[in-house]
């Protein structure tokens, strides 16, 4: 259970553990685990939903602004997709002709963090929107 968060997957199978020792009924036992671990469960689905519809309205927001509010996002993914077709494909292919040239452009890890959000976000934003659309 929660194997997603090992910290606080541990804490809460202790806490489960207290229950076997506290309740000799071994069926009610379970029942209360249960109950436990769906009260668990429905609340991080519901900090989950919220935090997407957080995510969601900022980027609709975004989308209504204008011209720069809106194509920001889409510039800056495109800048970092050159630079990274240019290290991977361009660069080394005119390497093979110019080997004195050194064509690769510098790229930071925090580059692709925000390519990974930058993707996240655009996917949750189309899944918005089609969802939207159906309402």
């Known amino acids: 259970m929660l194997s997603w968060i090992p910290v606080i997957g541990k804490i809460v199978d202790k806490g489960l553990n207290i229950v076997d020792s506290l309740v000799e009924d071994k ?3 379970n ?3 249960a109950a436990i671990k769906n009260q668990i469960l429905i609340q991080n689905h519901e900090e989950t939903l919220q935090m997407l519809k957080s995510q969601t309205d900022i980027i609709l927001a ?3 602004g204008g011209w720069l509010q809106r194509t920001w996002r889409p510039i800056l993914m495109l800048v970092i997709i050159f630079i990274v ?3 991977y494909v361009i660069a080394p292919y005119i390497g093979l002709f110019f080997p004195e040239k050194e064509l690769i452009l510098e790229l930071p890890g925090g580059l692709w963090a925000l390519l990974n959000i930058g ?3 655009y996917v949750a934003g189309r899944s918005a929107e089609k969802i939207l ?3």
């Open 27 to 29: 069926d009610k036992a």
């Open 31 to 33: 029942e209360i685990k």
């Open 62 to 64: 975004e989308a209504k």
């Open 85 to 87: 077709a240019n290290n």
């Open 119 to 121: 993707v996240g976000g």
């Open 133 to 135: 659309k159906k309402d």
